[in-house]
């Protein structure tokens, strides 16, 4: 018999417990042994929990229970549950964790502290989708090109219904937050910080990339505009929060922001709260990992897959390698980002504009893709809106800089990349 313990046992330990006890037929003849959830820790015993495990407010009679085989870490946060895994595998317990936060620090940290010991974190990124076990294992076989992810629900429900409805970001944030989709301060959300842990975890699995959330370029959807929605709508474009990872040479792009796509790609029919992540291997191509990124029971549906692994002896190395992966490669600067991009900028209605504009382009060496100007504002401005073709994000900053300075130029100049 294997037996649990779960630090934590909020929405997502709730359902760990309750599918550990209504499925454990089909877990035992899949595991090869029985696995029970013996107990849990909570930070409030008052508060009443639908499971069938013993229940403590103090994390060590978990952490140091001699019985307890496996520590599931739910509980969040990032210098407390640190200390307790670490505790857990000084006492030579098995860890699963969905702690991406934990990770996006001291992912590196915690594989050195684990050693042989399994240390298995599949519902950390992308909820319910098994993206960790493809990049370990399913695409061991492959260098990885690129990486592009829908990985948080509440901005991809949120931008849908600006592109399929006509919604203001306002509105629509004020809605995904009574229907629970968003936090009362969704700034981790909708300011990308959810889905860059998610990146630099998917990274280090596919590169060796050890960066932190302060080393990558995270940008949100705050803001998109009715005009950018018409704009992408108008030229075959989606758009959707991404974090990507690009392989350049011998560098890595680490990015998350706002993206427009192209609306026949995969990823740009993925509308909603769901979920999906595309990887292009140099071997395989491309394939496109789909489901629901949050919630109960498909992030149980994660964290028991992992405590099945355990239990089989299916683990190997955290990260999924025991020596440096693809040596030589660094992680590249904002500056060296290369893509296509967007800028839209609000200028005076009259002749030369359109030139000054251009030319200031052209001086950083930014060659115009498209272009198109919308009516009158109510004194008497336009909006002129640019695609470019590639360049580097140092010249589009040079650019914006250049441009917020023309005379005929008024307010920020918004630039949102292009991936194609």
């Keep these: 018999m294997v037996r649990i313990g779960i630090l934590g046992v909020g929405t997502v330990g709730q359902s760990v417990a309750n599918i550990l006890e209504s499925n454990a037929?089909?877990?035992?003849?899949?595991?090869?042994?029985?696995?029970?959830?013996?107990?849990g820790v909570v930070k409030d015993l008052s508060k009443k929990r639908e499971v069938n495990i013993t229940l403590s407010d103090n994390p060590y009679d978990v952490v140091d229970d001699p019985e307890i085989d496996i520590v599931v870490e739910l509980m969040g946060g990032i210098d407390e549950p640190y200390e307790l895994i670490k505790k857990a595998l000084q006492?030579?317990?098995?860890?699963?964790?969905?702690?991406?936060?934990?990770?996006?620090?001291?992912?590196?940290?915690?594989?050195?502290?684990?050693?042989?010991?399994?240390?298995?974190?599949e519902a950390s990124t992308a909820g319910g989708i098994p993206i960790i076990g493809a990049l370990r294992n399913g695409l061991a076989a492959n260098h990885i090109e690129s990486i592009q992810g829908i990985m948080n629900g509440t901005c991809n429900y949120m931008l849908t219904k600006m592109i399929k409805e006509g919604a203001q970001y306002d509105a629509i944030l004020k809605e995904a937050q009574e229907l629970g989709y968003a936090e009362a301060d969704p700034t981790f959300d909708v300011g990308g910080f959810d889905a860059a842990h998610k990146l630099l975890i998917l990274s280090s699995i596919a590169y060796g990339i050890d960066a932190k959330p302060e080393d990558i370029v995270i940008e949100g959807i705050e803001n998109i505009t009715q005009t950018d929605v018409a704009f992408a709508k108008e030229f075959g474009y989606e758009i959707k929060l991404l974090g990507i990872a690009k392989k350049s040479n011998d560098g890595v792009e680490l990015r998350v922001h706002a993206t427009m796509i192209p609306q026949t790609s995969m990823i740009a029919k993925v509308d909603g709260v769901m979920n999906a992540v595309t990887v292009v291997g140099d071997r395989v191509g491309e394939t496109m990992f789909y489901g629901p990124g949050a919630g109960g029971d498909a992030t149980a549906s994660a964290v028991i897959a992992d405590i099945v692994d355990i239990v089989r002896g299916n683990h190997g190395p955290m990260l999924g390698y025991k020596k440096g992966l693809e040596s030589g490669l660094k992680l590249l600067s904002k500056d060296e980002i290369t893509t296509h991009?967007?800028?839209?900028?609000?200028?005076?209605?009259?002749?030369?504009?359109?030139?000054k504009v251009s030319g200031v382009l052209d001086k950083s060496g930014i060659s115009i893709e498209s272009m198109l100007q919308k009516?009158?504002?109510a004194d008497e401005r336009v909006k002129l809106l640019f695609t470019t073709h590639e360049c580097k994000e140092a010249q589009i900053s040079e650019a914006i800089a250049a441009l917020k300075a023309v005379p005929c130029v008024h307010g920020d100049v918004v630039m949102m990349r292009i991936e194609k």
Excluded at 25 to 39: F, H, P, Q, T
Excluded at 341 to 355: I, K, Q
């Design 25 to 39: 037929d089909i877990l035992e003849a899949r595991a090869g042994k029985k696995i029970v959830a013996k107990s």
């Design 91 to 121: 006492n030579g317990k098995a860890v699963v964790t969905a702690n991406k936060a934990l990770l996006a620090y001291h992912r590196y940290e915690l594989q050195e502290l684990a050693g042989d010991l399994p240390l298995m974190y």
């Design 375 to 377: 009516p009158h504002t």
């Design 341 to 355: 991009y967007y800028l839209r900028m609000e200028v005076d209605d009259e002749s030369g504009v359109l030139s």
